[in-house]
């Protein structure tokens, strides 16, 4: 069993900033790409940045500039950093990614979601 946690969401004002964490946890071999994803109210789950095992990163060009993506390769885990936050930013963003687990099973997870909200 794998499991992905987010945490970090929560209200902010525009201009503010907020850090997501995403642990991952259970059955791991090996854990290739990360991502972060969001869905705003009544839009479609859209890939915010992602990053590979390597620390190769790649951004929306929302984001590019104001966000960044990294990950503790020993802790299992993944951050993304978020500055100069804007209401627009608002959405559920959810954390994904490949993992093979003990059993050599390659599998693609998502976690539950975590909450942001920039308004004043």
């Known amino acids: 069993q794998v499991q992905l946690v987010e945490s970090g969401g929560g209200l902010v004002q525009p201009g503010g900033s907020l850090r997501l964490s995403c642990a991952a946890s259970?059955?791991?071999?090996?854990?290739?790409?990360m991502g972060w994803y969001r869905q705003g109210l009544g839009k479609e789950r859209d890939l915010v940045a992602g990053?590979?095992?390597?620390?190769?990163?790649n951004y929306a060009a929302s984001v590019k500039g104001r966000f960044t993506i990294f990950r503790d390769n020993a802790n299992n885990t993944m951050y993304l950093q978020m500055n100069s936050l804007k209401p627009e930013d608002t959405a559920v963003y959810y954390c994904?990614?490949?993992?093979?687990?003990?059993?050599?099973?390659?599998?693609?997870?998502w976690g539950q979601g975590t909450q942001v909200t920039v308004s004043s």
């Open positions: 994904n990614a490949d993992i093979s687990t003990i059993a050599r099973m390659l599998r693609n997870y």
């Open positions: 259970g059955s791991i071999f090996s854990i290739n790409a």
């Open positions: 990053v590979t095992s390597g620390g190769r990163t």
